[in-house]
């Protein structure tokens, strides 16, 4: 959205509620809120990327699908079989 509408369109609802102080510095809040995202954004993504990579680092085995069994007679004795 083009920066002048969102500024016309705070300024008709800051009238509408009768919030005059917004509508004098929702510039400056609104540049507080986007220096703050920004870094939290990157922190998030840089905090997930390094748990990927530690992931991947720690070599686990990959997950099987489908039904892993440690011994026939286990599965008998609760009654399951695997196939």
Not at 5 to 11: L, N, T, Y
Not at 25 to 46: D, G, M, N, Q
Not at 48 to 67: S, V, Y
């Amino acid at each position: 959205m083009n920066a002048e509408v969102v500024a016309a369109q705070v300024k008709l609802f800051t009238q509408e509620l009768k919030m005059p102080g917004l509508r004098v510095h929702f510039e400056e809040i609104a540049r507080e809120a986007y220096l703050v995202a920004c870094p939290r954004a990157e922190i998030e993504s840089r905090r997930e990327h390094r748990l990927q990579d530690r992931l991947k680092q720690a070599r686990f085995p990959h997950r099987k699908m489908g039904c892993w069994r440690p011994s026939r007679a286990l599965d008998e004795s609760f009654g399951r079989v695997c196939l």
